[in-house]
């Protein structure tokens, strides 16, 4: 029994223990371990090795967790991760370079550059719904950028948290990279310290608490959050394609469960009706009985399918189902659901749905979906337009505010390594992916290079008005207006 209690005791992790993991990272960078080009390849090329030996062992991971299909599993977490540290190992050397700045007759001559630094211990706060590439993908940035790194992943998805621990430990350098599992206990303890940088991926209420620990040691955030991604329909398009497209993001991205997913549909009335390609596109995916395919993840614990059943269970919405419906709350599992004409100020329109269900709002102007958007009060993460209408296209870009736009399609935009993964408003700040990443985790340094020539007399004192109208001709680096103090100065 007194084992027992020690064992207890020992695997406590407590703002003390925090502090020591912070304090042994900190030791290690400031050796200067992590800044070398060498280690941070080497750790890259540890992750794809890692990936690679261990796929079998993070689709079953995925699949105890959320019941992910293999498909997903192996596109969207592992060969995501997989192209992230390939494109840093092809480009991080030229990250890595100081970047040449231009100078000013005020410092003539000099010159001058932007050196990228790495901030120092940074921390990555993971989110459930997609544990491996959530968490892997902000490291690869870290990695990149020279840091030390501890990542905390979602103890919602504990199969995937403890295989991460596993195999950080086994493959990175333990010295400079950590996971910490556990939940709330832990992750408050995590957040009592103070570091460089903090990344977090979740929802706004959680954000706010991260934040509130971050000010207190002025620790700069990015945060990922979510939001109501709306997709406007127009009637001028190819109705099947764009129908598997809005399925493909919906639906095959977790069951709905992802920060991009669409989260409403906004359309005309008389477009409305042709509910029915979704209808028959989704049968053709999932089956007629869609509880039965293996396409499909599950709703990640009864906590949220209870939400989401109160979602659809309320009086003005559960008339609106045209689609679905169908659950097992034993299997936490909700069938793919389309609700038609539901109320703007019912519960599902309050929230991010995050799930299977899809509500469709009719107005009579497609114009009328901006007004619509922006009344919502917040900026989403995603927003999609699907119209071959040139004038639309560009109202859509110029008006809806959101994290990232696309039009024709959903959620492919996360592919595209040379766009930011960003939030806006309540949906988050800051941004990652490819140099994006490097760049959220270093420090851009200015620097800039003088000798001892051309020194001028003009900053020093005694202060004369001549002085001071010559500098101020030099720093607005006017040539005429330099002249014209020249000659004033002379003919004074």
């Not at 906590?303 to 045209?322: A, G, M, T, W």
């Not at 009579?364 to 071959?388: C, R």
Request: glycine share 6%.
């Amino acid at each position: 029994m007194l084992m027992e209690n020690k064992a207890e005791n020992k695997a406590v992790f407590d703002a003390e223990s925090a502090n020591e993991v912070v304090k042994e990272l900190r030791d290690s960078f400031v050796t200067g371990k992590t800044k070398s080009y060498r280690w941070r390849v080497t750790q890259l090329k540890a992750m794809l090795k890692m990936l690679d030996e261990n796929e079998p062992q993070i689709v079953a991971a995925l699949r105890d967790d959320l019941s992910k299909p293999e498909f997903e599993s192996s596109l969207y977490e592992i060969q995501i991760v997989n192209n992230s540290c390939r494109l840093a190992l092809k480009e991080m050397n030229h990250w890595m370079m100081p970047e040449k700045a231009k100078t000013s007759l005020t410092t003539f001559p000099s010159s001058a550059e932007i050196v990228s630094e790495p901030l120092g211990v940074v921390l990555v706060i993971s989110a459930w719904n997609y544990p491996f590439l959530v968490s892997l993908d902000p490291v690869v940035g870290a990695i990149s950028a020279g840091n030390a790194i501890v990542l905390k992943p979602s103890e919602m998805a504990p199969t995937s948290s403890s295989l991460l621990a596993k195999l950080v430990a086994d493959y990175l350098d333990s010295s400079c990279i950590k996971v910490v599992e556990g939940a709330v206990p832990e992750t408050s303890a995590l957040l009592e310290q103070k570091w460089d940088k903090i990344l977090y991926t979740g929802n706004g209420r959680v954000a706010r608490i991260v934040m509130a620990a971050a000010a207190k040691h002025l620790t700069p955030v990015v945060l990922e959050l979510g939001g109501k991604s709306p997709v406007i329909v127009v009637s001028d398009i190819n109705l099947k394609v764009a129908t598997r497209r809005i399925i493909a993001g919906k639906w095959g991205c977790n069951n709905g469960q992802a920060c991009v997913s669409p989260d409403y549909i906004i359309t005309t009335k008389d477009y409305a009706t042709k509910v029915d390609s979704f209808k028959c596109e989704l049968e053709r995916f999932y089956g007629k009985d869609p509880l039965e395919s293996k396409d499909l993840s599950r709703i990640v614990n009864s906590s949220h399918f209870d939400r989401l059943s109160k979602l659809i269970d309320e009086e003005k919405v559960s008339s609106k189902i045209v689609h679905g419906g169908q659950r097992n709350e034993k299997n936490l599992q909700i069938a793919p659901t389309i609700l038609l004409d539901v109320p703007v100020n019912s519960l599902i329109m309050k929230e991010e749905i995050f799930g299977p269900l899809l509500p469709i709002i009719t107005v009579d102007k497609v114009e009328q979906s901006f007004d619509l958007i922006h009344s919502s009060g917040g900026k989403p993460l995603a927003a999609y337009l699907f119209t071959n209408n040139k004038k639309l296209k560009r109202k859509f870009v110029e008006t809806v505010s959101a994290g990232g736009l696309v039009v024709n399609d959903t959620a492919v935009h996360l592919a595209i390594h040379s766009l930011p993964f960003a939030g806006v408003g309540e949906s988050g700040m800051g941004s990652y992916h490819g140099k994006f990443s490097f760049d959220a985790f270093s420090h851009k340094k200015a620097v800039l290079y003088r000798g001892f020539a051309g020194d001028a007399f003009l900053r020093y004192p005694p202060y004369t008005p001549r002085k001071l109208t010559l500098l101020q001709a030099l720093l607005s680096g006017s040539i005429v207006g330099i002249i014209r103090a020249l000659l004033g100065w002379f003919w004074a």
